[in-house]
């Protein structure tokens, strides 16, 4: 054993049994004065950081979770946090059986409308930015839930409903529920983030974020109304989330998976959808399955449901890293979640916000626009 990993061997077993939980007294002092709790890693204990400090490890392209608001109630599953964070970086919690609606599921593919996608993606683009703490992120919000409440009304859906989830910052996340004729059974849950940043100039800067990720949050919107246009009526209740403040550390997902488990509501299958607008020109096209905070079985079944229902292949992509998006907030609430993305990592889209200067345009879209309507079929009809 070289010196150096005794030493860090040691240094982390130091923390381990210096790790007291942080105190709700403490979270309530220093998140008054504005701080914010960062989980940067899956061996370190989270760390407050000045509002700055938050942005300068986003310029730096570093993930993380910010736990301020849901530490207190992440201790008291602690047992799933920790599976989560000291057992690997997936696990196999769920089984699901073989497709079996081609003959229900492949003329509704038939229906989903690219062009209805781009009216929506023109939409959501043309707000100056989609940023959690601005009006017009805020603004974002309730277009998408007053879209969503147009189709529920359009094709007479009573038992269909939309609602604003509400945060502590200006922007919501965004749920709609499509019961099930069993409505007590597990939930199958579709997410994207809505939001957007300018990291540059967060609250009055251009975010357009085309692909990152309005093409996820309008890939939802069509699935949603093609489902209901063919008059889909699931056994167990379908939800579609799309998230505000993804991209200052998973906040509203992490807010909901949170609300969720505290509530005890089961959930079959969470599936995330961040980016699928753009492939490298000249690389072959896949549904890249991201490896890390995702389980094993659902990804099992998404990849028969890729061979099943779309010409597009699967492929397995690299880690995607701690905290990338938000199938690791379901995943960490002990959930199993799943994360297709657009390309395998290095024939993604090269413009996103993550990067340290963009590049000034983030809306042309690599893809064909046949390929986008593929990803609908990912929903899982049961
Ligand atoms: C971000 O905002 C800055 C400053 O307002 C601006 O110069 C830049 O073009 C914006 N970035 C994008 C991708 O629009
Ligand atoms: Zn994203």
């Known amino acids: 054993m070289h010196f150096t990993s005794l030493l860090s061997l040691i240094v982390t077993s130091l923390a381990?049994?210096?790790?007291?939980?942080?105190?709700?007294?403490?979270?309530?002092?220093?998140?008054?004065?504005?701080?914010?709790?960062?989980?940067?890693?899956?061996?370190?204990?989270?760390?407050?950081?000045?509002?700055?400090?938050v942005l300068d490890l986003l310029r730096a392209g570093v993930n993380f979770f910010d736990v301020t608001e849901v530490?207190?109630?992440?201790?008291?599953?602690?047992?799933?946090?920790?599976?989560?964070?000291?057992?690997?970086?997936?696990?196999?919690?769920?089984?699901?059986?073989?497709?079996?609606?081609?003959?229900?599921?492949?003329?509704?593919?038939?229906?989903v409308s690219t062009a209805n996608m781009q009216t929506s993606l023109t939409a959501l683009t043309n707000f100056n930015n989609r940023y959690y703490r601005a009006t017009t992120g805020a603004s974002a919000?309730?277009?998408?839930?007053?879209?969503?409440?147009?189709?529920?009304?359009?094709?007479?859906?009573?038992?269909?409903?939309?609602?604003?989830?509400t945060h502590t910052y200006v922007q919501s996340s965004i749920i709609a529920k499509i019961p099930g004729t069993d409505p007590s059974g597990p939930i199958t849950i579709v997410g994207a983030h809505m939001d957007s940043i300018n990291l540059s100039n967060p609250t009055s800067g251009r975010a357009p974020g085309a692909d990152d990720d309005g093409t996820g949050t309008v890939n939802l919107i069509e699935g949603f109304r093609a489902l209901l246009a063919a008059g889909f009526r699931?056994?167990?209740?379908?939800?579609?989330?799309?998230?505000?403040?993804?991209?200052?550390?998973?906040?509203?997902?992490?807010?909901?998976?949170?609300?969720?488990?505290?509530?005890?509501?089961?959930?079959?299958?969470?599936?995330?959808l961040d980016m699928s607008g753009y492939f490298r020109p000249g690389s072959t096209e896949v549904m890249a399955l991201q490896a890390d905070f995702i389980d094993e079985g659902l990804n099992t079944f998404l990849k028969s449901l890729i061979t099943t229902y779309s010409r597009i292949p699967w492929a397995m992509d690299t880690p995607c890293g701690y905290a990338c998006s938000d199938h690791a907030s379901w995943y960490r609430a002990g959930y199993?979640?799943?994360?297709?993305?657009?390309?395998?990592?290095?024939?993604?889209?090269?413009?996103?916000?993550?990067?340290?200067?963009?590049?000034?345009?983030t809306a042309s879209l690599g893809r064909t626009p046949s390929s986008l309507p593929k990803l609908v079929s990912h929903l899982s009809p049961k």
């Open 234 to 272: 699931p056994t167990t209740p379908v939800e579609f989330h799309w998230y505000a403040a993804e991209e200052v550390g998973l906040l509203g997902s992490q807010a909901i998976a949170t609300n969720y488990k505290n509530a005890g509501k089961s959930v079959k299958a969470f599936m995330e």
């Open 16 to 53: 381990l049994v210096s790790a007291v939980p942080i105190s709700p007294s403490e979270i309530a002092t220093n998140s008054a004065k504005g701080l914010r709790l960062l989980d940067l890693s899956e061996d370190t204990e989270p760390v407050w950081k000045t509002e700055d400090e």
């Open 336 to 361: 199993p979640s799943s994360f297709p993305f657009e390309a395998v990592t290095g024939n993604d889209n090269p413009t996103i916000t993550r990067h340290p200067t963009p590049p000034a345009s």
């Open 141 to 165: 919000s309730t277009w998408i839930r007053d879209k969503i409440q147009g189709y529920i009304t359009q094709y007479s859906r009573s038992d269909v409903t939309v609602s604003l989830f």
């Open 71 to 111: 530490y207190v109630d992440q201790q008291k599953w602690a047992s799933t946090a920790k599976l989560a964070k000291t057992s690997g970086t997936s696990a196999k919690l769920a089984t699901f059986p073989a497709p079996s609606h081609q003959t229900a599921l492949r003329p509704i593919l038939q229906t």
